[in-house]
């Protein structure tokens, strides 16, 4: 997608609307405004327009926002309770295209203060079959020619005339779209009488034209000497509607009515200040389209000279638009949205993007992903999630840690609330005082909701509880030790950031605010509340959760927001969608730092060790308050160093890094360790070094967390850590995840090979997790052994079936061919870049899409081809697995196993036969 923004689309916002940060909502004060039917019709037409467009732009805002509040002061002075007045009411159902104000506006007048409470944008209220736009906007500014008028699109006119010209740019295929344009431009001139006219040099005043205005023809005459300005003001909604409509003619010197040649006097107008004028304001529209041609706006500017009794009377001022490919605006759109806590007009560009985004279609990498969290009906910030049906849906995550009694409230989890009890005197009773008027419901415990938000920890914080009960809107307690004048601070801003999440990550749609309340446990356990600044504001009761089905809707949104993570898929579709942790990741994550400071987690291949791996390293830093510089990763290998590094999470280094002598690790505080399994002690005591820079801290230890697994070493040296009755304490991820069912059928006989045969250098002991296995089931994918009896013959098997995937739907990032060793990798890519050159060549498709690397690259669109020691902690879709073999026997198994569980989807093990 293409495009050409013009220089009003930079950045900008609106002053007058300012952005209150004191409440645990979204609150946009727009100022004074008067109210009132009759007070609003005593006012002059300016004023009541600039007063409509403000309150437009931040209800507009908030809709694309996660919802608000809207907060004016009456400017007429009274008191008493009033309307807002119909004008303000229209331009709220013009702005969501829709006679139903409830569905997202509700009133309060409070004294002088009136409150609009805005939910967020989605498209649930529109019918079926009707077009959605993914968001809000006050003017699309694209115009269409309809017979012989100029019409601004709404936003599902905007919607349906954006996706019709995507579809056509998909239908054009590889046909070469200028050569396309080329042709629908001679039909253009040769069908329109307008040509004829155009190609005159001169015209006679009075002289009627032999054709009327029509779709493709406008006639205008200005004949004062304002011409020049009045031309500019029509230029940008004429020259955009006759480009979205098949190209068009604008003549300017005509009488429309009459179609009668009066020209433009001569002494009004310049002909080349009025060219100059036309073609900047022409070149300023922003234009997108969607081909690859990278096509330009087409125009001509033409003067034809107008004569009167055989003078030189004036000009008819001529403007030929041709046919354009994709889209062009006026202007850039009027859409606004809250960022950085401004109320800022959205770019060309980025209203464009966010109204065609759609979901990515996840059914060529595997039918088996279950959409929760579909973009089609959601508020416009939210992005897809997806999840395996061997994690879990949203609705089950939720039934398994967010049960809603339909008897009374419950307090969860159990084992936290037990360790506060026991903690904190006089909180069990705290808490009953508080809860004793709500029946049914959940309070959620967390030691800090801020840091499962991914914000930081505050101090002095006992708890957090989240309580989720009908009748009422979610309330947020944070519970202090001790009296703390910034405790209301933390609250309001963890409870704004709940809110946000739950409607633009979780997705929920319907009415919401997060109220807080600060609750003081004094030491001889008296305690004291206070009331957050969000008591002010006396919310509909629209916004109170009515019965279970509200409560659950919304408790599976807050799933999506605790465990959620960036998908691995993100890197391979080229957008950012989510994967849900499962519950036995998400305990883990959700585990006492504080109390937890050193961890071993012995992990089945495809349970996820990695993914866990970075999600503690995102709470480290919220929970211990430190900077990226100062959480370190250590790994085996290279090309996995290099994919956390990309994260941007911590500092990334290989073991040997690790432990060479030159290297820095003064800032270094906590450590986080993956694939230990596979480490040595051939340059020193690592974990020895590794214990000794996380217990060097001012405020006491850091954070040493080891992820292995013992089914996947592959040395029969000594790994360098600690006996198995040492690595305590100790945890355990058994459900897999990551493969196929016959992938994972595969994986068990090996483990059993390697249960019953274990290399010497790891503890038998160790290998009893298998027992545990949870393994996916109905999940479909694709095994098969290969034997091939020459290497030619081998090259010629794995290029045929690249060439057969990339065909239907696959791409070069979903594919990894891995060997047991580096030289075989060197001797097997050039004889396979030089097969997959002849087929594609045979098929005259291009070669330079194609294109090998090593795992080194993972992120790019490349075909890795590398060695199995090295692509280990990494996976891909599809894996080509080269006779897997090892130089030490005992870990033969070991090696493949950990070269099968890398396949998501489909397996194929390559075995010589000779």
């Known amino acids: 997608m293409a495009h050409s923004e013009s220089r009003t689309n930079m950045k900008k916002h609106n002053p007058s609307l300012v952005v209150e940060l004191s409440y645990p909502d979204l609150v946009i004060n727009v100022g004074e405004v008067t109210l009132g039917e009759k007070n609003r019709k005593k006012l002059q037409k300016t004023q009541r327009d600039q007063e409509k467009e403000k309150v437009s732009q931040a209800a507009c805002a908030l809709l694309n926002s996660g919802g608000g509040v809207i907060r004016m002061?009456?400017?007429?002075g009274n008191e008493q309770p009033v309307e807002m007045g119909l004008d303000l009411e229209e331009s709220l159902r013009t702005l969501i295209q829709s006679s139903d104000l409830q569905a997202f506006f509700e009133y309060n007048q409070q004294g002088r203060c009136f409150y609009i409470f805005v939910k967020s944008w989605n498209t649930d209220?529109?019918?079926?079959?009707?077009?959605?736009?993914?968001?809000?906007?006050?003017?699309?500014?694209?115009?269409?020619?309809?017979?012989?008028s100029v019409l601004p699109m709404n936003s599902g006119e905007a919607f349906r005339f954006l996706e019709t010209k995507k579809g056509n740019a998909k239908l054009l295929g590889k046909e070469p779209s200028n050569k396309i344009l080329r042709v629908a431009k001679q039909n253009f001139h040769d069908s329109n009488p307008a040509h004829l006219i155009f190609q005159r040099d001169r015209l006679q005043r009075g002289e009627i034209l032999p054709f009327p205005e029509s779709q493709y023809v406008e006639f205008k005459q200005f004949s004062t000497k304002r011409t020049p300005d009045r031309v500019k003001d029509i230029i940008p909604k004429y020259i955009s509607a006759f480009a979205n409509t098949g190209g068009g003619y604008l003549f300017i010197g005509v009488e429309d009515e009459s179609r009668k040649v009066l020209g433009c006097a001569e002494e009004?107008?310049?002909?080349?200040?009025?060219?100059?004028?036309?073609?900047?304001?022409?070149?300023?529209?922003?234009?997108?389209?969607?081909?690859?041609?990278?096509?330009?706006?087409?125009f001509t500017v033409k003067f034809l000279k107008v004569l009167s009794e055989g003078q030189l009377y004036g000009y008819v001022c001529g403007i030929r638009v041709e046919p354009f490919c994709g889209a062009v605006f006026s202007e850039a759109p009027r859409s606004w949205m809250v960022k950085d806590k401004e109320v800022c007009c959205l770019t060309t560009e980025e209203w464009l993007r966010m109204m065609m985004d759609t979901d990515p279609d996840l059914l060529k990498l595997s039918e088996d992903f279950k959409s929760q969290l579909s973009l089609s009906s959601r508020p416009p910030l939210s992005r897809p999630v997806f999840s395996k049906k061997e994690v879990g849906y949203k609705e089950d995550l939720q039934q398994l840690l967010f049960s809603v009694s339909s008897e009374d409230l419950q307090f969860t989890p159990k084992s936290l609330l037990e360790e506060l009890y026991s903690e904190h005197e006089g909180l069990e009773e705290l808490l009953k005082k508080q809860m004793h008027s709500f029946s049914r419901g959940i309070l959620i415990f967390s030691r800090s909701w801020a840091v499962n938000l991914n914000l930081q920890e505050k101090q002095g914080v006992i708890c957090d509880a989240l309580?989720?009960?009908?009748?009422?809107?979610?309330?947020?307690?944070?519970?202090?030790?001790?009296?703390?004048a910034d405790g209301q601070l933390y609250c309001t801003r963890t409870a704004f950031t709940l809110k946000q999440k739950l409607v633009n990550m979780g997705g929920y749609t319907g009415k919401l605010c997060v109220m807080t309340k600060v609750l003081h446990?004094?030491?001889?356990?008296?305690?004291?509340?206070?009331?957050?600044?969000?008591?002010?504001?006396?919310?509909?009761?629209?916004?109170?959760?009515?019965?279970?089905?509200?409560?659950?809707?919304?408790?599976?949104?807050?799933?999506?927001?605790?465990?959620?993570?960036?998908?691995?898929?993100?890197?391979?579709?080229?957008?950012?969608?989510?994967?849900?942790?499962?519950?036995?990741?998400?305990?883990?994550v959700s585990k006492n730092l504080r109390k937890t400071r050193e961890l071993f987690i012995h992990g089945l291949p495809g349970s996820g060790k990695t993914i866990v791996a970075m999600k503690i390293m995102e709470k480290i830093k919220n929970t211990m308050g430190c900077e990226k510089n100062e959480i370190l990763y250590v790994c085996e290998n290279q090309p996995l160093r290099d994919f956390i590094g990309k994260k941007d999470i911590c500092q990334a280094v290989t073991r040997k890094t690790f432990m060479n002598k030159n290297s820095n690790f003064?800032?270094?505080?906590?450590?986080?360790i993956d694939e230990a399994q596979n480490f040595r002690n051939e340059d020193g005591g690592w974990y020895k070094k590794a214990k000794t820079i996380t217990q060097r801290g001012k405020d006491g230890p850091g954070i040493l967390w080891i992820f292995l697994d013992y089914f996947q070493t592959s040395h029969v040296y000594c790994s360098g850590l600690p006996g198995l009755g040492y690595q305590y304490p100790r945890e355990e991820l058994v459900r897999v995840v990551r493969n196929a069912e016959p992938i994972a059928k595969y994986l068990q006989e090996i483990m059993r090979r390697v249960r019953k045969n274990p290399p010497p250098n790891i503890p038998s002991k160790s290998l009893n997790i298998f027992s545990k296995a949870k393994w996916s089931?109905?999940?479909?994918?694709?095994?098969?052994?290969?034997?091939?009896?020459?290497?030619?013959?081998?090259?010629?098997?794995?290029?045929?079936?690249?060439?057969?995937?990339?065909?239907?739907?696959?791409?070069c990032k979903d594919i990894a061919v891995i060997f047991s060793t580096a030289s075989d990798v060197d001797a097997f890519k050039h004889k396979f870049q030089e097969a997959m050159r002849k087929i594609r060549a045979q098929l005259n498709e291009e070669s330079d899409q194609f294109v090998v690397e090593n795992a080194s690259a993972i992120m790019?669109?490349?075909?890795?081809?590398?060695?199995?020691?090295?692509?280990?902690?990494?996976?891909?879709?599809?894996?080509?697995?080269?006779?897997?073999?090892?130089?030490?026997?005992?870990?033969?198994?070991?090696?493949?196993?950990?070269?099968?569980?890398?396949?998501?989807?489909?397996?194929?093990?390559?075995?010589?036969?000779?």
């Open 666 to 672: 003064e800032n270094i505080q906590h450590i986080v």
């Open 125 to 148: 209220l529109f019918p079926e079959d009707g077009f959605k736009p993914r968001i809000c906007s006050l003017d699309s500014s694209l115009h269409r020619r309809s017979g012989t």
């Open 521 to 588: 446990l004094s030491p001889e356990s008296n305690a004291e509340s206070f009331e957050g600044s969000d008591s002010l504001i006396k919310y509909p009761e629209s916004y109170y959760l009515a019965d279970t089905k509200q409560m659950e809707a919304l408790l599976q949104s807050l799933v999506i927001v605790l465990l959620s993570f960036r998908s691995f898929l993100s890197d391979q579709l080229g957008c950012e969608i989510l994967n849900l942790l499962t519950v036995q990741q998400y305990e883990i």
């Open 268 to 298: 009004n107008i310049k002909r080349e200040d009025l060219k100059k004028e036309i073609e900047d304001a022409i070149n300023k529209l922003p234009h997108f389209h969607f081909c690859q041609s990278q096509c330009q706006l087409t």
């Open 467 to 484: 309580l989720v009960t009908q009748n009422s809107p979610p309330i947020l307690y944070t519970i202090l030790g001790e009296q703390d």
């Open 73 to 76: 002061e009456m400017a007429n």
């Open 777 to 811: 089931q109905s999940v479909t994918g694709y095994f098969k052994r290969i034997t091939y009896s020459n290497l030619e013959m081998m090259v010629v098997c794995i290029t045929e079936k690249c060439q057969f995937l990339l065909r239907n739907g696959y791409s």
């Open 860 to 914: 790019g669109n490349h075909i890795v081809l590398d060695s199995v020691r090295r692509f280990s902690g990494l996976e891909r879709n599809i894996v080509f697995g080269i006779d897997p073999k090892a130089a030490e026997s005992a870990v033969l198994y070991n090696l493949v196993l950990c070269l099968a569980s890398r396949a998501r989807k489909q397996l194929y093990i390559f075995i010589p036969s000779f």
